[in-house]
Each structure stands twice: as structure tokens, then as C-alpha cells.
């Protein structure tokens, strides 16, 4: 016999207001269930002030593991076996900027015919694909305005690649994924060789930092954020053999992977889902290139950035509600860490909002509304103050391990810029199943001195 859950809620609660609306000249009896309804919020309260807490103290004691002495994670070897690669670039409308990019990718320490160049062209209506083609590379056209995003994008050319396999006419090892307006160091496709070869890695992310870390505040708090979040997130889980996140660009899969588990993401997060889907079904960790560096292009405007944030969080929260329960379960049968590591990194976010918990039950600790006994059920004062000291003391550092010493003084901006991620984490859980891709417009173009300070840069 099927239940219909939701009609057995409605049922008991008409049942609970019409017992309480008969008794409502008791007294007695609404002060009891005053009473009864006050201990729920408040264990509540107590609960998600405790597991904010325990999550916290968790991203903290890995963090610190991030500050210690980074030693070179990968050594030029000649005995190593080239990989042959085939480095997608995806573009929409990308024409004021795609020209660099491939400048830039024929210039990287490898072997030249180790690796390919392809552009995917996605819904182009601009001239990027006549650009491609007159820089001689390899340009594909896509043209589905039905299915626009750059996750459908990658499943055609996924599948393109496996043809040309199938027919004999290229064959790859691992494929390399990257955005048209960005800029990768010489050594990148080097050091993804090693993580590949000597590190026996399917998977891997490489560093993001930032194309245009001085153009103002917004884009300085974008590259602020990803050089602590590199230190104190990717790099520590690397030293412990955890999973980094992929990032959207930069990343990198063997040929072999996208055969077993195939592309198949359906959300706005393209690499977050992959990341999940990749730990869900194989258990194993996404390796972190720290010194392959890939330069990113920030928005600069405030709504830009917004949109752009917004979308990251309908995705996110999209897979947070597919994936985080079985990854759960999948670390409870099999012990797997990177599972529950994994299901930790989704339910990020409402983190920001459970934190809100921990401020009313200080304020009704403080104007005595609660009895003061309850903080000890909460955490230790001690624990809450090194969290807190952490939190503001550990980017800092992190800047200081990144050689970045002189935007030290830009990080309480971080801060304020990190208020607007409340409504952005709102809107995101909103708009979850909503899918309509927002292209985030790029034009910068450094000039050649810059840009060969950017390549050369491990």
C-alpha cells in the first residue's frame, strides 16, 4: 500500500491545531505547549550551532595543513612518457580574446607533437572561429541554442574526440580543458604529464589564479579568495591524498575516465558534478597541480560578478541535493574519506546560513531570554575562539605562503565582498532546477610584458 506522506502531515497537523483550538481557554495546557515548543527551537538551535561548529573545526585543523612549507610536487624526468593531450579551449563570442590563448598554448615547455590544440566554437554568432582557423587550430562549431552551456558543449566534443579515436585519425591519452580568456604557465602541460604518469592520476586540477588581480576591489576579492582558497583548501587536501575540487577550467581528464564513468553533467557546475560523480562512483581523489598555473579573467562589475555567483550557486545547490545524501551513504558502506569530505564541500554553503544560529543563541543567552546553562550543551568558548581567530588569521598567512605579501592589507574587503554571498546562497537554492546558462562577457588582453611574466610563473 502507498502512503502519501505529505497527507498524513496535513492530517496530524489539522488534528494538532483543532486539540489546541478546543483546549485553548486551558491555560495550563497552552503554557505546555509554549513550553514544548520553545525546547524544540532551542535544541534546534543548540544542534546547528554544535554542527557548525564540528564542520568548522574540521576545515580548520586541514587548513593549517596548507600553511606548511610547499617542496616541489613534481620533477622534469626524461624517462617519463609524453601524454599525448588534447587541449580544448571553450569559447562563446570569445574573438577579442581567443587569439591569445592559442599564442599562448604554442608557447608551453612540451613537445609540440604531443599535443592539439581545439577550439569549440559554442553557438559563436562573432568571428572566433575564422580567428581559430586563420591562427591554423583546430576550430569546431556547435550550433544548439536548445542545449547552451559549456557542460553540453564538452559532452559533443568528448564525443567528436572518441570518433577521431575510433577512425584512427588522432588518438589521446587525456584531454585538457580551458576557457578562452585564459592564460596557462610553460610548464603546465609538463606538470599535468607528471600528475598523469608518475602520480598515476585520472583526474587533476590545476592552480587558478587571477588575470586581472589590480583592476579594482571586486576583481581583488575574486583573487584574494582563490589565492587562500589554493593554499588552505586544494593544496592541503593534496598533502593529505584527499580530493581537490575541479574548477572549471584548468582541468584535466584521462581519456580512460570520460570512457568508464562518461561526461553526463546536467548541472549549471559542470566540474563540481563531475567532481561528485567522479568520488561517487570511483572513491578516488582529483589530484592538485599547484604549480601549473592557469591565469583566470575576474568580472570587475559588481552585477556581473553577482549573476556569475548566483549561477555558481544554482548549480551547487543543485548537486548538493543530488549527490550529497548517496555520497553520504557511500562513506557509511565503505569508510571512503573522500566521500565524506566530499558531501562536507556541498553542504558548504548553508553553513553561511547556519551561522546565523550561532548569533541568536548568543543574543538570547546574553539578554537572558535562555538560561545561560545551555552554552556549555553548545561548544567551548576556547573552540569558538580559535575558529574565529582562523578564520580571519589563516588567509592572511595563506597570502603570505602564496608570495603575495603586499595584498595582505586587502583582506577585509574579502570580507565585506563576502556578505553578498548571503543572498546569492538564497537565490541559488531558489532557482536550483532552474538551467539557463548566463555567458560572462570577457575582453581583457594583456600586453606581451605581463603576459610573459604570467608563463613564466610556477
Same mark, same amino acid.
Given at each position: 500500500?502507498?502512503?502519501?506522506?505529505?497527507?498524513?502531515?496535513?492530517?496530524?497537523?489539522?488534528?494538532?491545531?483543532?486539540?489546541?483550538?478546543?483546549?485553548? /481557554?486551558?491555560?495550563?495546557?497552552?503554557?505546555?505547549?509554549?513550553?514544548?515548543?520553545?525546547?524544540?527551537?532551542?535544541?534546534?538551535?543548540?544542534?546547528?550551532?554544535?554542527?557548525?561548529?564540528?564542520?568548522?573545526?574540521?576545515?580548520?585543523?586541514?587548513?593549517?595543513?596548507?600553511?606548511?612549507?610547499?617542496?616541489?610536487?613534481?620533477?622534469?624526468?626524461?624517462?617519463?612518457?609524453?601524454?599525448?593531450?588534447?587541449?580544448?579551449?571553450?569559447?562563446?563570442?570569445?574573438?577579442?580574446?581567443?587569439?591569445?590563448?592559442?599564442?599562448?598554448?604554442?608557447?608551453?615547455?612540451?613537445?609540440?607533437?604531443?599535443?592539439?590544440?581545439?577550439?569549440?566554437?559554442?553557438?559563436?554568432?562573432?568571428?572566433?572561429?575564422?580567428?581559430?582557423?586563420?591562427?591554423?587550430?583546430?576550430?569546431? &562549431?556547435?550550433?544548439?541554442?536548445?542545449?547552451?552551456?559549456?557542460?553540453?558543449?564538452? &559532452?559533443?566534443?568528448?564525443?567528436?574526440?572518441?570518433?577521431?579515436?575510433?577512425? %584512427?585519425?588522432?588518438?589521446?591519452?587525456?584531454?585538457?580543458?580551458?576557457?578562452?580568456?585564459?592564460?596557462?604557465?610553460?610548464?603546465?602541460?609538463?606538470?599535468?604529464?607528471?600528475?598523469?604518469?608518475?602520480?598515476?592520476?585520472?583526474?587533476?586540477?590545476?592552480?587558478?589564479?587571477?588575470? %586581472?588581480?589590480?583592476?579594482?576591489?571586486?576583481?581583488?576579492?575574486?583573487?584574494?579568495?582563490?589565492?587562500?582558497? %589554493?593554499?588552505?583548501?586544494?593544496?592541503?587536501?593534496?598533502?593529505?591524498?584527499?580530493? @581537490?575540487?575541479?574548477?572549471?577550467?584548468?582541468?584535466?581528464?584521462?581519456?580512460?575516465?570520460?570512457?568508464?564513468?562518461?561526461?553526463?553533467?546536467?548541472?549549471?557546475?559542470?566540474?563540481?558534478?563531475?567532481?561528485?560523480?567522479?568520488?561517487?562512483?570511483?572513491?578516488?581523489?582529483?589530484?592538485?597541480?599547484?604549480? @601549473?598555473?592557469?591565469?583566470?579573467?575576474?568580472?570587475?562589475?559588481?552585477?556581473?560578478?553577482?549573476?556569475?555567483?548566483?549561477?555558481?550557486?544554482?548549480?551547487?545547490?543543485?548537486?548538493?541535493?543530488?549527490?550529497?545524501?548517496?555520497?553520504?551513504?557511500?562513506?557509511?558502506?565503505?569508510?571512503?574519506?573522500?566521500?565524506?569530505?566530499?558531501?562536507?564541500?556541498?553542504?558548504?554553503?548553508?553553513?553561511?546560513?547556519?551561522?546565523?544560529?550561532?548569533?541568536?543563541?548568543?543574543?538570547? /543567552?546574553?539578554?537572558?531570554?535562555?538560561?545561560?546553562?545551555?552554552?556549555?550543551?553548545?561548544?567551548?568558548?576556547?573552540?569558538?575562539?580559535?575558529? @574565529?581567530?582562523?578564520?580571519?588569521?589563516?588567509?592572511?598567512? @595563506?597570502?603570505?605562503? &602564496?608570495?603575495?605579501?603586499?595584498?595582505?592589507?586587502?583582506?577585509?574587503?574579502?570580507?565585506?565582498?563576502?556578505?553578498?554571498?548571503?543572498?546569492?546562497?538564497?537565490?541559488?537554492?531558489?532557482?536550483?532546477?532552474?538551467?539557463?546558462?548566463?555567458?560572462?562577457?570577457?575582453?581583457?588582453?594583456?600586453?606581451?610584458?605581463?603576459?610573459?611574466?604570467?608563463?613564466?610563473?610556477?
Amino acid at each position: 500500500m502507498c502512503i502519501n506522506k505529505k497527507r498524513v502531515w496535513i492530517s496530524l497537523s489539522v488534528l494538532f491545531l483543532g486539540f489546541t483550538i478546543i483546549h485553548f /481557554t486551558n491555560m495550563d495546557y497552552l503554557l505546555y505547549c509554549g513550553k514544548v515548543v520553545l525546547s524544540i527551537v532551542v535544541a534546534l538551535l543548540i544542534f546547528f550551532t554544535q554542527f557548525q561548529g564540528v564542520l568548522s573545526l574540521y576545515q580548520v585543523m586541514i587548513s593549517l595543513l596548507g600553511l606548511l612549507k610547499n617542496k616541489k610536487m613534481y620533477r622534469v624526468e626524461n624517462k617519463l612518457d609524453s601524454t599525448r593531450f588534447a587541449v580544448l579551449v571553450c569559447a562563446h563570442n570569445e574573438e577579442s580574446v581567443i587569439g591569445q590563448i592559442i599564442q599562448n598554448l604554442k608557447k608551453v615547455d612540451y613537445p609540440k607533437g604531443k599535443y592539439d590544440i581545439h577550439v569549440i566554437c559554442d553557438n559563436c554568432t562573432d568571428g572566433t572561429a575564422q580567428i581559430v582557423r586563420k591562427a591554423g587550430v583546430n576550430a569546431w &562549431e556547435r550550433q544548439d541554442p536548445q542545449k547552451r552551456g559549456k557542460g553540453y558543449g564538452l &559532452e559533443w566534443m568528448f564525443q567528436n574526440l572518441f570518433c577521431l579515436e575510433k577512425e %584512427n585519425k588522432k588518438v589521446y591519452d587525456a584531454v585538457v580543458i580551458l576557457d578562452a580568456d585564459n592564460i596557462v604557465s610553460r610548464n603546465f602541460l609538463q606538470v599535468l604529464n607528471y600528475k598523469l604518469v608518475a602520480e598515476k592520476y585520472e583526474v587533476i586540477q590545476a592552480y587558478l589564479d587571477s588575470k %586581472n588581480p589590480t583592476d579594482n576591489w571586486i576583481s581583488k576579492s575574486y583573487a584574494i579568495a582563490y589565492w587562500s582558497t %589554493n593554499r588552505l583548501y586544494q593544496f592541503s587536501r593534496g598533502k593529505l591524498g584527499l580530493s @581537490a575540487q575541479l574548477g572549471g577550467t584548468g582541468m584535466c581528464f584521462s581519456m580512460q575516465v570520460l570512457k568508464e564513468i562518461g561526461w553526463g553533467t546536467q548541472s549549471l557546475t559542470e566540474d563540481l558534478e563531475f567532481t561528485a560523480k567522479y568520488i561517487f562512483t570511483k572513491g578516488k581523489s582529483v589530484g592538485w597541480a599547484h604549480e @601549473a598555473k592557469i591565469f583566470d579573467e575576474k568580472p570587475t562589475d559588481f552585477k556581473i560578478s553577482f549573476r556569475q555567483r548566483v549561477r555558481w550557486m544554482q548549480g551547487h545547490m543543485d548537486c548538493m541535493v543530488r549527490y550529497s545524501v548517496p555520497l553520504l551513504k557511500k562513506f557509511l558502506q565503505t569508510f571512503n574519506i573522500n566521500a565524506l569530505d566530499m558531501c562536507i564541500y556541498l553542504i558548504q554553503p548553508t553553513r553561511t546560513l547556519l551561522s546565523v544560529n550561532s548569533i541568536i543563541l548568543f543574543c538570547l /543567552t546574553y539578554y537572558e531570554l535562555l538560561p545561560s546553562y545551555i552554552m556549555p550543551y553548545v561548544l567551548s568558548p576556547w573552540i569558538w575562539l580559535m575558529i @574565529a581567530l582562523s578564520f580571519y588569521l589563516l588567509p592572511i598567512i @595563506a597570502l603570505i605562503q &602564496e608570495k603575495q605579501i603586499k595584498n595582505v592589507i586587502w583582506t577585509p574587503i574579502v570580507y565585506i565582498f563576502g556578505f553578498s554571498w548571503v543572498p546569492i546562497i538564497l537565490l541559488g537554492f531558489i532557482k536550483r532546477k532552474q538551467k539557463v546558462w548566463v555567458h560572462t562577457p570577457h575582453n581583457r588582453v594583456m600586453d606581451k610584458e605581463k603576459m610573459l611574466k604570467m608563463e613564466e610563473l610556477t
